[in-house]
């Protein structure tokens, strides 16, 4: 396909296709003539995974590039695949450790991982990004004096494993190791603030059911 | 309490008590000699709450005191009372009328609510802001081509159904209308990067259950 059919299918503009030709996100099309390259359908799965990861996923350009030599590493299993891709998704502020808080955290958060039997990373790369957001989450809490114990992260860290089942369920409906991680990428970021209004909106039913007049 | 003390007990500075004494979002404390004030328990219960708005929940001064003055209005229910709290938190952008997409997702949106027997708002106030939330939300999914059907998120409908249970638990475990209040404003607000961080935690769990080379 020409350029301005790539652009088409992938909702991508020209430009952007363009930019991400001179950065190596893309390799060339075939050129047909001085001013025409022809584009095939390994270049419209590249470009989707890389739209998910910078337009979706917010990814700088020299991260998408790490990323994509992972993704495409046909000597990794597909686990370390889609956790290359969902890795490099920005994560908020790091714990501080100046603060006690933080240590509380990081004991709830490590106790309720070992009782879960949840990995909080790797040897290799230490703790993982939501690790470490969660840690920063949970200081937070902590901090201000809510209610922040392992005892209380038990049954919300047990509905994620569930929500995490349907997440891998949409992922796994995808054909290609790329187009997969692609998904795992764009559903992790664009399903989150629809699981946050889902629970507001739940949380005003429960409380019409607790406290409304009826 | 001075107001040295009524700061510590709160963790809000002095500085931003005097700007809320001010903005008439807290009462005058009882005058005891020229330059000192005396306050009491309900000032310190007051000032935790609208911390909890402007604070956590970045909720406008303006807006904090609409709020204030409903959640003190004992003609309401309490269920009222932390609609009105929870109700002023900001949601994000709001659906784009203009976009054919803002349509289907409002149909899937509306045959999902209809299915669980939720309500999108109230006659009088129309569509609650978590519900304008979604359709955008569910809008960003359909525009780009992931799955956003009422099929697709009634099971995640259905785990935030349980979240909303232990987030009205918590609730439930705070005395007054206004501790209560400031409860749910806060637990809305600082669960929700716990609740994402958990999710990503667990679907690399499940990740490696189906893709891992074990």
Same mark, same amino acid.
């Given at each position: 396909?020409?350029? /301005?059919?790539?652009?088409?299918?992938?909702?991508?503009?020209?430009?952007?296709?363009?930019?991400? +030709?001179?950065?190596? $996100?893309?390799?060339?099309?075939? *050129?047909?003539?001085?001013?025409?390259?022809?584009?095939?359908?390994?270049? $419209?799965?590249?470009?989707? =995974?890389?739209?998910?990861?910078?337009?979706?996923?917010?990814?700088?350009?020299?991260?998408?590039?790490?990323? $994509? &030599? /992972?993704?495409?590493?046909? !000597?990794?299993?597909?686990?370390?695949?889609?956790?290359?891709?969902?890795?490099?998704?920005?994560?908020?502020?790091?714990?501080? #450790?100046? @603060?006690?808080?933080? #240590?509380?955290?990081?004991?709830?958060? @490590? %106790?309720?991982?070992?009782?879960?039997?949840?990995?909080?990373? %790797?040897?290799?790369?230490?703790? %993982?990004?939501?690790?470490?957001? +969660?840690?920063?989450?949970?200081?937070?809490? &902590?901090?201000?004096?809510?209610? %922040? !114990?392992?005892?209380?992260?038990?049954?919300?860290?047990?509905?994620?494993?569930?929500?995490?089942?349907? @997440?891998? @369920?949409?992922?796994?409906?995808?054909?290609?190791? +790329?187009?997969?991680?692609? /998904?795992?990428?764009?559903?992790?970021? +664009?399903?989150?603030?629809?699981?946050?209004?889902? *629970?507001?909106?739940? #949380?005003?039913?429960? !409380?019409? *059911?607790? =406290?409304?007049?009826?």
């Amino acid at each position: 396909m020409r350029l /301005a059919e790539l652009s088409k299918r992938s909702g991508v503009p020209t430009t952007t296709i363009k930019y991400y +030709l001179r950065e190596g $996100l893309l390799p060339p099309g075939r *050129r047909v003539t001085a001013t025409q390259a022809e584009y095939g359908e390994e270049h $419209l799965r590249r470009l989707r =995974f890389v739209r998910a990861l910078i337009q979706i996923g917010k990814v700088p350009v020299t991260t998408a590039r790490e990323v $994509l &030599t /992972a993704v495409e590493d046909e !000597s990794l299993d597909q686990h370390m695949r889609l956790g290359a891709a969902t890795f490099a998704l920005p994560h908020g502020p790091e714990p501080d #450790e100046d @603060d006690p808080a933080t #240590e509380t955290a990081r004991r709830e958060v @490590d %106790s309720l991982m070992t009782a879960l039997g949840w990995h909080y990373g %790797s040897e290799e790369h230490g703790p %993982s990004p939501a690790y470490r957001m +969660l840690v920063t989450a949970v200081a937070a809490l &902590t901090r201000l004096g809510y209610p %922040s !114990s392992a005892r209380h992260l038990t049954p919300y860290a047990r509905l994620a494993a569930q929500q995490a089942v349907h @997440d891998l @369920d949409m992922v796994e409906t995808y054909d290609t190791p +790329l187009e997969q991680a692609a /998904a795992a990428v764009a559903l992790t970021v +664009l399903y989150e603030p629809v699981l946050l209004s889902l *629970r507001r909106l739940a #949380e005003v039913g429960e !409380s019409q *059911r607790r =406290f409304g007049a009826g």
